[in-house]
């Protein structure tokens, strides 16, 4: 038999760096312009929080857009319905919640936050079978299903819990601040950060070590072929579709509580952020979209600080930025 | 002999464009038929169409007496079809291994199946844990092979393999290729390489403008080079 190919050993693909010092290099270069190492520091924590919280509400899009080309514009009512049950579940607890023991607020945080999810989620598989799955490749159609869907939520939840803004109190023991020396970083903020990690790290678990998640990532890069392996992408897609749903249900109860208060409209912001997150980062890369979303907040933060008049179109620009050094974004994982 | 596939009458509209024309064509359990024929001809639509990556607009298809025509891919392929796409479609972001992993549907990588692909493309074995992406377009050829017989099929579907592969690499192909004819495997092969084409074939079939215009064995056609010239526009000769 003819002996095949080169003895020599491959090269070793090279880890591209370039975006993860990103964020590095762009906490490190605003230093001299904050003047303040206690302000840059309390800048940068706050960045970190509220990145780890864009990350959780992005991570599903990003896999829903990567798999199966799909325009969610209506993931912003995943969120405000999240934020919606957080509110309904911990109303009666109010006590506990007040308590200045962390057990007992996290006992009564926990299941919130995971039947926010539920109820996310269980939304989710509502909506792809009812909105997404008749316009499936039809992009002009989704955007228009998935915005009417979205405004459908919002007027829902108008009319169960009326216009007014509810308010959704942090609980005792995460209110205030770690002092270290004159820097102040908010307790909230440190669990903010600590569970967008570890949402990041289950991601990235299941996505590397198991089969499903070897599917996933196959299913964004050729989904056609990984049809013609036998396996059926649609229920994929469904199942990676409530699972985002979930992570923005649980995204919605974090983002409540870092504001504390919730309204039906409280998603519309935050789906641009999202957008860009998701833009910038590669569709349907978790990596790019966990630094994406750390680099949005970053600018959210210093921009505000440094240039306020800016903080409106700070992102965009940054957006634009990023798209003109790789056009694909970050991480490119489709040829999209 | 029975047939394993059948196309009766099989037509294939991609947007406006009508490419297959009325395709009617068997392949007998345990043979490999070769699929010839100009760029454009339709060979490439006829192997999609069979897999369900588009949806025949009027026709049948049958797979081992079953009608398979309105059957979403998936159903498709578990129904024990292989197929290698022109483009070879490894998943670049996942290893070698992990390409195989996801290929073997139905349980654990089996090593003696393994240690028979490795025997024809060690390559793979040598390169197990580097990404899909990095390795060059003979061993990405050899891994979409390797995944489509990762497990026994019933059908192999292959189009073009050794599209743009050095000749050290073709040769590797056309034995890889033999030895899973000895297997049993029966094969539906797109081939543009006519030595290869003449190696393997068992019989052959060419289209033109999405139709067949020639059946009949391909030890025939490859001694009949007037023949070759009006079907194919060259002779085999031309081509090795």
Request: with cysteine; hydrophobic share 55%.
């Given at each position: 038999m003819t002996e095949l190919a080169a003895t020599d050993p491959l090269p070793k693909p090279k880890r591209d760096l370039a975006p993860i010092l990103l964020p590095i290099a762009l906490a490190?270069?605003?230093?001299?312009?904050?003047?303040?190492?206690?302000?840059?520091?309390?800048?940068?924590?706050?960045?970190?929080?509220?990145?780890?919280?864009?990350?959780?509400?992005?991570?599903?899009?990003?896999?829903?857009?990567?798999?199966?080309?799909?325009?969610?514009?209506?993931?912003?009512?995943?969120?405000?319905?999240?934020?919606?049950?957080?509110?309904?579940?911990?109303?009666?607890?109010?006590?506990?919640?007040?308590?200045?023991?962390?057990?007992?607020?996290?006992?009564?945080?926990?299941?919130?936050?995971?039947?926010?999810?539920?109820?996310?989620?269980?939304?989710?598989?509502?909506?792809?079978?009812?909105?997404?799955?008749?316009?499936?490749?039809?992009?002009?159609?989704?955007?228009?299903?998935?915005?009417?869907?979205?405004?459908?939520?919002?007027?829902?939840?108008?009319?169960?819990?009326?216009?007014?803004?509810?308010?959704?109190?942090?609980?005792?023991?995460?209110?205030?601040?770690?002092?270290?020396?004159?820097v102040a970083i908010a307790k909230y903020r440190v669990l903010a950060t600590l569970i967008g990690l570890a949402v990041f790290i289950a991601i990235q678990l299941v996505l590397n070590r198991t089969k499903l998640g070897l599917l996933i990532r196959a299913g964004v890069e050729n989904r056609e072929m990984v049809e013609a392996l036998g396996y059926r992408i649609r229920r994929l897609f469904l199942g990676v579709f409530m699972t985002g749903s979930a992570l923005a249900g649980l995204g919605g109860v974090m983002w409540a509580l870092y504001r504390e208060q919730v309204h039906a409209s409280m998603s519309d912001d935050l789906t641009v952020l999202i957008f860009i997150v998701v833009i910038i980062g590669g569709l349907g890369s978790i990596g790019g979209c966990f630094i994406g979303a750390i680099l949005v907040a970053m600018v959210a933060n210093y921009g505000g600080f440094l240039v306020p008049k800016l903080a409106l179109v700070s992102n965009i620009l940054l957006m634009v930025a990023i798209l003109m050094w790789r056009p694909r974004g970050l991480y490119a994982v489709t040829s999209r | 002999m029975t047939d394993l596939l059948t196309l009766s009458g099989v037509h294939t509209h991609i947007g406006?464009?009508?490419?297959?024309?009325?395709?009617?064509?068997?392949?007998?359990?345990?043979?490999?038929?070769?699929?010839?024929?100009?760029?454009?001809?339709?060979?490439?639509?006829?192997?999609?169409?069979?897999?369900?990556?588009w949806q025949a607009s009027s026709g049948e298809i049958n797979l081992a007496g079953e009608r398979i025509e309105s059957r979403a891919t998936p159903d498709i392929a578990r129904r024990g079809v292989g197929y290698v796409p022109e483009s070879m479609?490894?998943?670049?972001?996942?290893?070698?291994?992990?390409?195989?992993?996801?290929?073997?549907?139905?349980?654990?990588?089996?090593?003696?199946?393994?240690?028979?692909?490795?025997?024809?493309?060690?390559?793979?074995?040598?390169?197990?844990?580097?990404?899909?992406?990095?390795?060059?377009?003979?061993?990405?050829?050899?891994?979409?092979?390797?995944?489509?017989?990762?497990?026994?099929?019933?059908?192999?579907?292959?189009?073009?393999?050794?599209?743009?592969?050095?000749?050290?690499?073709?040769?590797?192909?056309?034995?890889?290729?033999?030895?899973?004819?000895?297997?049993?495997?029966?094969?539906?092969?797109?081939?543009?390489?006519?030595?290869?084409?003449?190696?393997?074939?068992?019989?052959?079939?060419?289209?033109d403008n999405g139709t067949i215009v020639h059946r009949g064995g391909m030890a025939a056609l490859a001694a009949d080079v007037p023949l070759q010239e009006r079907l194919l526009g060259l002779s085999l000769e031309a081509h090795q």
């Open positions: 490190l270069a605003v230093i001299p312009f904050i003047g303040s190492t206690s302000s840059w520091l309390t800048l940068t924590a706050a960045s970190l929080a509220m990145g780890m919280m864009i990350f959780i509400m992005a991570s599903g899009l990003t896999l829903v857009f990567g798999l199966m080309d799909v325009l969610n514009f209506g993931h912003g009512a995943f969120i405000a319905v999240g934020a919606y049950i957080a509110t309904l579940v911990l109303a009666p607890f109010a006590a506990s919640m007040q308590a200045d023991s962390l057990w007992m607020n996290l006992a009564v945080l926990a299941p919130a936050a995971l039947l926010s999810m539920a109820v996310s989620g269980a939304l989710g598989l509502v909506v792809e079978r009812v909105l997404i799955l008749p316009v499936y490749g039809q992009h002009l159609k989704q955007i228009l299903m998935t915005t009417g869907g979205l405004i459908v939520a919002e007027q829902t939840l108008y009319a169960l819990w009326g216009p007014q803004i509810i308010p959704l109190p942090l609980p005792a023991s995460l209110r205030g601040s770690f002092v270290i020396g004159d | 406006r464009y009508h490419i297959l024309q009325g395709i009617d064509l068997v392949v007998p359990q345990g043979q490999t038929t070769m699929l010839l024929g100009r760029n454009g001809a339709g060979k490439t639509t006829t192997l999609r169409t069979i897999m369900g990556l479609a490894v998943f670049s972001d996942l290893t070698v291994k992990e390409n195989l992993v996801l290929a073997a549907r139905d349980g654990p990588l089996d090593d003696t199946q393994l240690d028979w692909i490795f025997g024809f493309f060690p390559a793979l074995r040598r390169f197990w844990l580097s990404r899909a992406g990095s390795l060059s377009g003979g061993q990405k050829q050899m891994l979409s092979i390797a995944r489509a017989i990762i497990e026994p099929r019933k059908l192999l579907l292959i189009d073009e393999p050794t599209k743009g592969l050095a000749p050290a690499i073709v040769m590797a192909l056309i034995e890889c290729l033999k030895d899973i004819k000895r297997k049993g495997a029966t094969i539906l092969l797109v081939e543009q390489n006519f030595f290869a084409a003449r190696e393997l074939g068992d019989s052959v079939l060419v289209m």
